[in-house]
């Protein structure tokens, strides 16, 4: 194990899924250091088809609020569809996490209206006081789309590096007309998801957990 293994591997454990931010901006360098690292992300044929439209101060504001706007008065329709289904394993770790969240926040079991004021929170960007809305050319389809997995990996890693907390959302691709409407983007780019970023607030108990990962066998099919 090589010491460049074991820096990697601390910061994926400092990375996690920020719930509550604190509202201090992050600087524009910090911000253009973790664009540039993402940047490094693997893509097909080297077409690096992301790009983001980032949000700070009053920008940040007027979107939380429209979105929520948006949200109360309109219907879903991503520009990808959704999962149909979670199904076996897929299912039960989307369940342990929805539970650990609720545990730590206090909606007990049944409780419908504290699970959809913990759900809003989405539209809230979490307090977030930046956004980052994460686009892809629409010819390019589902590769296109993958490749910028790759970028919300290498951006919310590169983001731990510096202290800087995150969330990636697809909770805001469901509404992605009117995001392509409220920043003026393309039509021919795929809203994808956002990242809600900024620096933690430690002390909520919605940042009180930490999800698991699967063993290795579940994942790792080793053949001759």
Excluded at 24 to 49: F, G, H, T, Y
Excluded at 56 to 73: I, M, Y
Excluded at 176 to 192: C, I
Aim: charged share 20%; hydrophobic share 40%.
């Amino acid at each position: 194990m090589t010491d460049r293994y074991v820096a990697l591997d601390a910061i994926y454990d400092a990375r996690w899924s920020c719930r509550a931010f604190k509202p201090d901006a992050v600087a524009e360098k910090a911000v253009s250091q973790i664009v540039r690292l993402a940047q490094k992300a693997p893509s097909w044929c080297n077409a690096q088809p992301w790009q983001i439209t980032v949000t700070r101060g009053a920008e940040t504001e007027r979107f939380r609020s429209a979105l929520k706007a948006e949200v109360a008065s309109g219907a879903p329709k991503p520009d990808l569809d959704f999962p149909t289904t979670y199904s076996g394993a897929y299912q039960e770790r989307r369940r342990t996490c929805g539970w650990q969240l609720y545990e730590a926040v206090g909606v007990q079991k049944g409780d419908r209206a504290g699970s959809a004021r913990q759900m809003m929170r989405n539209y809230d960007l979490f307090d977030a006081p930046h956004v980052a809305i994460l686009t892809s050319p629409a010819e390019l389809g589902a590769y296109g789309a993958m490749d910028c997995g790759g970028f919300v990996t290498a951006f919310t890693t590169a983001a731990a590096s510096l202290g800087v907390a995150t969330i990636a959302q697809a909770a805001i691709a469901a509404y992605s007309p009117f995001v392509r409407t409220h920043f003026d983007l393309p039509d021919d780019r795929l809203v994808l998801c956002a990242i809600s970023f900024g620096y933690p607030d430690l002390d909520h108990p919605s940042n009180g957990f930490r999800t698991e990962r699967a063993a290795l066998g579940d994942v790792i099919d080793w053949r001759g």
